[in-house]
């Protein structure tokens, strides 16, 4: 059982995705109130935004240029890579608060890791609503492919495989797994995992000389050239750490067993909308 506490603030800074400017992040547990009100798992204001923002499906967007996610607000302002923070209430199961101040969120796995672990610690005063879809539910595009099965344990468990020797740039990581469970797995192995960057990309240098002067960065970017990476999963959890903040668009703890075959952001973004439009119609129903 877990009490909301209006004292359970943390406040932490780092860079935007861009890396030209600094952005503070901070965090809090929903009061009753917003919680009853909105009904949503996570909230979102930047810049001093009266109205806060719900994470929901039609404020998310992709980037045209990069597979980015966007939180699109007021006046068509955009908070970028906004899927690692909205993991925070699954990884957590706490309602979370977040005011961003700055041009877009900080892109700080540090910064998203203590974010995590002090909400973790925060105090709610309603068991975690955990629901399971009645039936199965398949998506695939081409080789890629989310599949969701319900759980009658009160938990959430993804397993994602990635294959990344067909990807241009990429091939160098090759095959990686990796699962995630709501009652055992570390925050810090998800939240604490990096972006790849291909070796061979044109930006890769660009990239190698901002890490030799921005502590930040390193902590960031997966290093570049395979020999460098310590651990041969990180990416795959990183893959999965965006599903997770994908999902909670729905604004439900899901009970499920899912099932991740080499969907990136595009075919995760797609999975989770025909999921939500099966519940909108009545085609999938939550228990």
């Excluded at 809090?28 to 996570?42: A, F, I, S, W």
């Excluded at 877009?104 to 309603?126: F, I, K, R």
């Excluded at 192995?189 to 890490?211: A, C, N, Q």
Aim: charged letters at 25%; proline letters at 7%; glycine letters at 6%.
């Amino acid at each position: 059982m877990k009490r909301s506490s209006e004292n359970g603030c943390i406040e932490r800074t780092g860079h935007t995705p861009f890396l030209s400017h600094r952005a503070t992040v901070r965090a809090r547990p929903q009061t009753r109130e917003e919680r009853v009100n909105g009904k949503n798992t996570l909230l979102c204001r930047w810049n001093g935004n009266e109205e806060p923002v719900a994470v929901t499906p039609d404020k998310l967007t992709l980037s045209r240029a990069f597979p980015i996610v966007n939180l699109v607000g007021e006046h068509r302002r955009k908070l970028r890579m906004i899927e690692h923070w909205a993991a925070i209430p699954i990884l957590t199961g706490v309602p979370t608060f977040l005011e961003f101040t700055g041009r877009n969120t900080p892109y700080s796995t540090s910064a998203l890791t203590d974010v995590a672990a002090h909400m973790a610690e925060q105090e709610w005063d309603e068991p975690i609503p955990y629901r399971s879809p009645i039936w199965s539910f398949d998506f695939s595009d081409g080789d890629a492919s989310v599949h969701i099965r319900p759980r009658l344990e009160r938990n959430l468990i993804v397993h994602g495989h990635f294959d990344f020797r067909k990807c241009p740039g990429l091939s160098h990581l090759g095959e990686q797994s990796a699962t995630f469970d709501s009652k055992t797995s570390d925050l810090k192995e998800f939240t604490g995992t990096r972006v790849p960057t291909p070796p061979d990309s044109l930006i890769s240098p660009f990239i190698r000389l901002l890490m030799t002067f921005r502590s930040t960065l390193r902590e960031c970017v997966l290093p570049m050239g395979d020999g460098e990476r310590s651990d041969p999963n990180e990416v795959a959890r990183h893959k999965i750490l965006d599903f997770l903040g994908l999902l909670n668009m729905g604004n439900f703890f899901l009970s499920a067993e899912v099932f991740i075959h080499r969907a990136g952001h595009r075919v995760q973004l797609a999975a989770i909308h025909e999921f939500l439009r099966q519940l909108k119609t009545g085609e999938q129903e939550l228990c």
